[in-house]
């Protein structure tokens, strides 16, 4: 395992002043699968005050961003490198935060206050790899165990639970059994969890490559914290199309979009409202209406969880019109152009991806429509590309042209508008003479 040269230079730094520091956690464990750490994260026995004197001596920027957890940050080129020190974490009353922490100088009680084998390894340039609890042999079995009694460690911090599950999808390792019966029975302590701290894990483990079958194996524990999911499962759409319940769908059409926070989240809650449209016809089951109540679902789901505004109203929004149907027969050039300009073009794309995962989880009679999937994304693609006049601010003319024409406040949003469809209808030329002629004419006649 090789060190990229600042974490390097920060143990250099800090062994010259006589403490000892590690890389350690995540960044160990990615290096050991042959991955490329995202960030790399140092311990120390130095206290957080001595560690930012002895770094900022050498000229390195510090923030204090944790001092009394212990945790300090050296930044080099904009790349921040938090350094924890040694510590020992008291008794939890609250399942989630020790009620105090104790610097130690010792690096196995650090790393036996850490949550899973995996995550408790330490590494330094030279005296290489330091393992106590067996986590380079999970790595290689994967398997995520706890450090410790399992029971303990998720009674001391319910987020620990849901780290499980995150790691286990994003990984695609297995949960060991102990550690999996205790997850599943404590789950009720995840209510005592920051919901921000629900989310940020659950969009984590959603973007997961495993997500679906810890979706799937994990439901009570993922119902504990969505429980509007719960209505899902078991939900028998009494169609042909189907092969699934509600809940299975949901979860499959998780793994077909692409892993980004929105999709993963939009695929994941598109169906919450169909259980409330349900109805019964001539012996096929039907959920007019369902995009909307879902919607609705979706909004009280993102905003308990604290989801980012951008996060919250792309989700939204992707549910909402989740059922456009792009797949399921030609569509015609001027409706792409209006979906254009209504929804922009990175979340039609978006919404053909949902439309996809969505067709992906139905009955494989139904798969055939795939086969749009290609060319009504290049349609789309090239209609961005050609900059096709789908918004008023596209149009040839603007609103002083229209000025000059004696138009004023409602009407000239209203020509503006006119103009506008007959251009996305074809019927028009996006061209400043041919717009101005027809504004001219209709008000003549
Ligand atoms: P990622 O790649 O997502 O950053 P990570 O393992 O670095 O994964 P972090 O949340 O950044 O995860 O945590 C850093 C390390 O701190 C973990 O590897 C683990 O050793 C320890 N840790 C984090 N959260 C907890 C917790 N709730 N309980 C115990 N140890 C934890
Ligand atoms: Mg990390």
New binding site residues.
């Given amino acids: 395992m090789t060190l990229p040269p600042e974490p390097a230079r920060l143990i250099t730094l800090l062994e010259q002043a006589g403490f000892s520091a590690y890389v350690?956690?995540?960044?160990?464990?990615?290096s050991l699968l042959g991955k490329v750490?995202?960030?790399w994260?140092l311990c120390s026995s130095a206290t957080p005050e001595q560690a930012r004197d002895i770094l900022q001596a050498a000229g390195i920027t510090v923030h204090e961003t944790g001092l009394q957890h212990g945790t300090i940050t050296a930044v080099f080129d904009r790349q921040p490198y938090?350094i924890?020190s040694f510590r020992r974490d008291g008794a939890y009353t609250d399942h989630?935060r020790p009620d105090s922490v104790q610097f130690t100088q010792d690096l196995h009680e650090d790393?036996a206050?850490?949550?899973?084998t995996?995550?408790?390894m330490a590494f330094h340039p030279q005296r290489g790899l330091i393992d106590p609890f067996g986590g380079q042999a999970d790595l290689q079995a994967r398997v995520i165990r706890c450090?410790g009694e399992p029971a303990q460690?998720f009674a001391?911090?319910a987020?620990?639970i849901l780290?499980a599950l995150?790691?286990a999808a994003?990984l695609g390792f297995a949960i060991e059994e102990k550690t999996a019966q205790a997850a599943h029975d404590l789950r009720s302590n995840l209510l005592h969890i920051a919901h921000e701290r629900v989310q940020v894990e659950l969009t984590?483990l959603l973007c997961g490559s495993h997500a679906c079958e810890i979706l799937l194996a994990q439901r009570d524990i993922i119902f504990t914290v969505l429980p509007e999911l719960a209505l899902l499962n078991g939900f028998d759409q009494h169609t042909p199309w189907h092969c699934y319940d509600v809940y299975e769908h949901s979860c499959v059409a998780v793994q077909h979009v692409p892993p980004e926070p929105a999709l993963r989240w939009a695929a994941l809650l598109h169906d919450t409202g169909k259980p409330a449209c349900f109805f019964m016809r001539d012996g096929t089951g039907h959920a007019h209406g369902h995009p909307a109540v879902s919607a609705k679902i979706t909004l009280q789901i993102c905003e308990r969880l604290k989801f980012s505004r951008k996060l919250t109203q792309q989700v939204h929004a992707l549910v909402e019109h989740h059922e456009l149907r792009l797949l399921e027969d030609d569509v015609a050039p001027v409706r792409l152009r209006r979906l254009l300009g209504k929804h922009g073009g990175d979340t039609l794309l978006q919404l053909l991806e949902l439309n996809r995962a969505d067709v992906c989880a139905q009955h494989p009679d139904k798969f055939y429509r795939l086969a749009n999937y290609k060319p009504i994304k290049q349609a789309i693609e090239q209609l961005i590309a050609e900059q096709s006049c789908v918004t008023r601010a596209q149009l040839a003319v603007n609103g002083s042209d229209l000025m000059a024409l004696g138009l004023q406040d409602k009407q000239l949003g209203q020509a503006l508008d006119e103009l506008l469809q007959q251009v996305i209808d074809g019927a028009l030329p996006n061209e400043h003479g041919f717009l101005l002629a027809y504004i001219q004419q209709s008000r003549s006649g």
Avoid: S, Y
């Fill in positions: 350690v956690g995540g960044c160990v464990r990615d750490p995202q960030d994260d938090e924890t989630r790393l206050r850490r949550d899973f995996v995550n408790a450090v460690r001391e911090d987020l620990r780290r995150r790691f994003t984590k």
